[in-house]
DNA sequence: ATCCTCCGTGTAATCGATTCCACAAGGAGG
DNA sequence: CCTCCTTGTGGAATCGATTACACGGAGGAT
């Protein structure tokens, strides 16, 4: 593969100068810049992006390390990460931590082993060494969806507690009082999160949140089977599920429909999370959607605010609630809504 | 951060030493090894894979343009790409094409640029320019799931014909006749391939596929939507729509549910890739199912030949059907079965 | 005409690793 | 006791870029 110098050589001028038409520089003269441009064409000529980030000190690569590819709303995350930071200049490097602390940490240190410039964490845990010293080292760094306290990082996020409110509401409304929950892990702060503002909404109708209606998740669609398996063995099972993520809620379907029961006359479900399938899912389950795209970009500016020396700061966009038929009759018949999925085509 | 020098000082050697601690060659006394070490353990030094990149020409990266990431079919194949390619040591960087040529491209010089060690594509064209030149430049390289004929690069892939024929062999038996497709851009292999395979199984039966029939998609849900209104506006609508892939499936759904029809009482539809959601959707939907993971873990290490210089073959595995509700009654009532969503959790 | 600027260019140092080659020390063999 | 090999180590070149500094020449001011 062609060198700069070869270039130089082909241009019959120095590598100096070579570089300076590369990028930009205004002390060259017209002639000296046609010459190289005519040679980088012959030569079909491409700089060698790892010498330029070994000499510069910057790659104009972010990381991203997310909790779950498959889950839908990760990817739709990583999508709208990248194209933001298409546009601002950055590419992508994604790494899937698959909900497990060590991956986590693997992609961390390869990331950072790669001089990243910045780095993008949805964290697993409650924060894991590599992510830790990762923080403390000094890399760019901000946290998006789920973050750790006592980091001093800036998160962006999304605030569900009003949506959390209108479901209750919801399902209030529609005559339901036993309503449980099947939370993510302790160590995130979503897990947590996602609880507390549940419990809060229900004690505002003066219902209670039993530990037997708290079970504990992990995510994972496996998890949401089991959870949902033990809600269905109670004495008095719940009449509403609320699974915390998408992927439980699929879990929580299935062990549900695996009984031959229906939903929602046998059993309500609600999800945190809305993704396009649940649309089409049978029924179409009630979720709570969260601005993801504008999550992607906001995390993505931040950063890199972060790197090029600016501030940098935290964001939270309210999520909203989006009333489906999973829980019981909506207020109003409407007609089917086209799917979310679809891009920019008319 | 602390380089090789300040590794080498703190140890009180030279750097020649320390690397070649760090690179497990032989000849260091043990002496020597723990030094080193020590010091590395002390300063919390990670070699810069820039800096030895640039020297030993190669990055231990794999680069994978794929054409849509939000399609779960794409995902996996990430997913499952990146863990065989961890697996061999390699990291590997994604690229999002969006069904996009000049996309494709970006990401495909941009990876070059960053001199990966070896390509992985599933190209959404024949062939833009970028690509065709790093084939010819002799990046390795290897086509997933889709390829471009007449370049000289191993192909991993699924073959759907037997499956496909096994659908419309399930559709006859159903008593269907008039069948017709959504196909893919004719630009890429997939999209042919499957027309081409439908076409054939439709023959064995005596049956034929009128051009009003079949319906010209690009794999996106509008696309599927947009082809299946104008199969409903038809004189004669067809009985089944068989979609290419299942964002149009996907399209097709919303479609027919618009229209206040209903599946599969109005109109069958059965769709080329198997998803989790379609064992969720309102009807399940019958789908041919590509063996994924295999895929991702046979492009990754026929890569990976190439790169250390074994042949790297190419590999064809079959896709199998799998028979849902969206198409008519099934053979047999089964019980639900659970989501394949889940991980290995027991 | 002289001096000072400014412009365009080239030389060489540098980033952080790897690795070839030289060399010193020590042991074996003659 | 001398030579030869082996082993462990260090010096320095190298990968492909960027960039500080030096320098020659053109042009303007005096």
């Known amino acids: ?87 601002l200049g950055y590419s992508v490097i994604i790494g899937n931590a698959d909900e497990r602390p060590d991956l986590q940490d693997h992609h961390v240190t390869t990331l950072l082993d790669r001089r990243i410039d910045g780095l993008l964490v949805s964290p697993t845990d409650g924060g894991s060494p590599g992510m830790l010293g990762a923080a403390r080292a000094g890399t760019p760094m901000v946290f998006v969806d789920r973050w750790i306290p006592g980091v001093d990082v800036p998160v962006v996020r999304s605030d569900g507690t009003a949506a959390v409110r209108d479901l209750v ?28 503002a549940f419990r809060a909404a229900l004690a505002a109708y003066g219902l209670e949140l039993p530990d037997a209606y708290i079970g504990q998740g992990d995510f994972q669609a496996g998890s949401g089977r089991r959870v949902t398996e033990g809600f269905l063995d109670l004495a008095e099972p719940p009449e509403v599920v609320f699974a915390a993520d998408n992927l439980m809620a699929l879990g929580s379907l299935d062990a549900v429909r695996a009984r031959g029961l229906r939903v929602p006359d046998d059993i309500g479900l609600a999800a945190f999370d809305d993704i396009p399938w649940f649309v089409h899912t049978d029924p179409p389950v009630t979720a709570i959607a969260q601005p993801v795209r504008d999550l992607g970009r906001a995390a993505v500016r931040a950063l890199v605010d972060r790197i090029e020396g600016r501030p940098g700061e935290s964001v939270t966009l309210p999520a909203r609630l989006v009333v489906r038929r999973s829980c019981g009759e909506p207020e109003t018949e409407r007609p089917p809504s086209p799917s979310p999925v679809r891009r920019s085509t008319p």
Chains 1, 2 share one sequence.
């Open 169 to 196: 509401a919801h399902l209030y409304g529609l005559g339901h009082r036993r309503l449980a929950i099947i939370a993510g892990p302790a160590a995130t702060t979503t897990g947590r999160e996602r609880v507390d």
């Open 1 to 87: 593969m062609a060198s700069i110098k070869d270039v130089a050589a082909e241009a019959g001028l120095s590598v100096a100068t070579v570089s300076r038409v590369l990028n930009g520089h205004p002390s060259v003269s017209e002639d000296a810049r046609r010459r190289v441009t005519d040679a980088v064409e012959r030569l079909g000529y491409r700089p060698n992006a790892v010498a330029r980030s070994l000499r510069t000190d910057q790659t104009r690569t972010l990381g991203l390390v997310i909790s779950d590819v498959m889950n839908p709303y990760f990817t739709e995350l990583a999508r709208s990460v990248e194209e933001e930071a298409r546009a």
